[in-house]
């Protein structure tokens, strides 16, 4: 008797301790995925920044995860910003910007069981995922509604730092301007700043002083002071992140709408069921709910406003058949 009483203890023993196992193997995969992005601006930027935090909070309420986040964090900050999340245990901590590449790269190796997502990233591999636009095409796009409204023939493309997605924008902007006016000119300017709103302006009021009347600013917070030297040159203007024209409804032509809530619900529902990977995540004309044009403002013709869903659709024609290679 005292064997058997000794076996079904043992059992008994043996059952609670599977039971509790399996019960704390649920708590854990009840547990919700973790997200952690560092931004190097302002949240209520209207720009670049505002939209990465938008995209996370919407991913927050749409797929029941966990947020954090870091505002306005400089460059030399930012890898001890990364390491942070990922000491703390966040699954995902996203770079919001290309200029965050060499941070993520330098702590992804020292951190293996955290995936780091790079917006705007050119190198992915491992535990590094990047998140970018088709900006070429979304600049070509743009650059051909420029070029079809200006009067002078002179276009203006202002940039922050020469990362490579704003380089593959104002190259698509220079070529789908000349596309349009085969005769114009793009003028260019890099500020080396995102938000500074003075200097934002004053490189738009010197490229209009050089005739450009159709300027693209692509910078942050900074946008705002081109587009108000547009307004006050009674000059054209386009958005950029959100569609702006409500903003700006006498000047603008259109917005290049890089719509990060889109793009970061559609790469964290990859994170949390687990498919995302260390690759390239690109969002082209193909997928609206990441990347489109925005409204028309009342100075584009219906014609021009015809050519260019014309032009959109050989774009996505020509992006199928390249992933069907």
């Given amino acids: 008797m005292r064997s058997s009483s000794v076996f079904a203890r ?23 995925l973790k997200v952690a992005i560092v931004l190097a601006g302002n949240i209520t930027d209207r720009s670049f920044n505002q939209s990465g935090y938008e995209g996370v909070m919407k991913a927050r309420d749409e797929l029941k995860i966990d947020v954090a986040y870091s505002e306005k ?4 900050d930012q890898a001890q910003a990364l390491s942070d999340y990922a000491r703390r ?7 919001h910007g290309g200029e965050f590449q060499d941070a993520v790269d330098r702590v992804a190796k020292r951190n293996t069981k955290t995936t780091f997502i790079v917006v705007n990233g050119t190198q992915s591999g491992g535990n590094v995922a990047t998140l970018s636009f088709d900006m070429k095409d979304m600049g070509y796009v743009i650059g051909y509604i420029g070029g079809k409204q200006s009067t002078t023939g002179v276009g ?5 730092q020469k990362i490579k997605a704003y ?23 890099w500020t080396n700043d995102w938000d500074d709103v003075a200097k934002g302006k004053e490189a738009a009021s010197n ?7 159709v300027v693209f600013p692509t910078m942050d917070n900074a946008v705002l002071g081109s587009l108000q030297a547009v307004k006050e040159k009674n000059k054209q203007g386009f958005g950029i992140y959100y569609d702006a024209l409500a903003d700006w409804p006498d ?56 050519e260019v869903a014309a032009l959109i ?13």
């Fill in 89 to 95: 245990g966040y699954d995902v901590v996203i770079g």
């Fill in 156 to 160: 203006a493309y202002i940039g922050a």
């Fill in 207 to 213: 490229l209009i002083g050089q005739k450009a009347d």
């Fill in 251 to 306: 000047n603008l032509l259109q917005s290049a709408v890089l719509d990060m809530r889109g793009a970061l619900v559609s790469v964290l529902t990859e994170a949390k069921n687990g498919t995302l990977t260390g690759t390239s995540y690109v969002y082209g004309f193909e997928t609206p709910a990441a990347f489109r044009l925005g409204s028309y403002g009342k100075g584009v013709t219906e014609q021009t406003q015809t």
């Fill in 167 to 189: 380089t593959d924008l104002g190259d698509g902007y220079a070529e789908g301007f000349k596309a349009a006016r085969p005769d114009g000119n793009v003028l260019s300017a």
């Fill in 10 to 32: 043992s059992t008994l023993t043996r059952l609670c301790m599977a039971a509790s196992l399996s019960f704390a193997a649920v708590l854990a995969q009840a547990e919700p």
């Fill in 313 to 325: 659709e050989e774009i996505k024609q020509r992006r199928a058949g390249e992933k069907a290679e």
């Fill in 73 to 76: 964090v400089p460059q030399p």
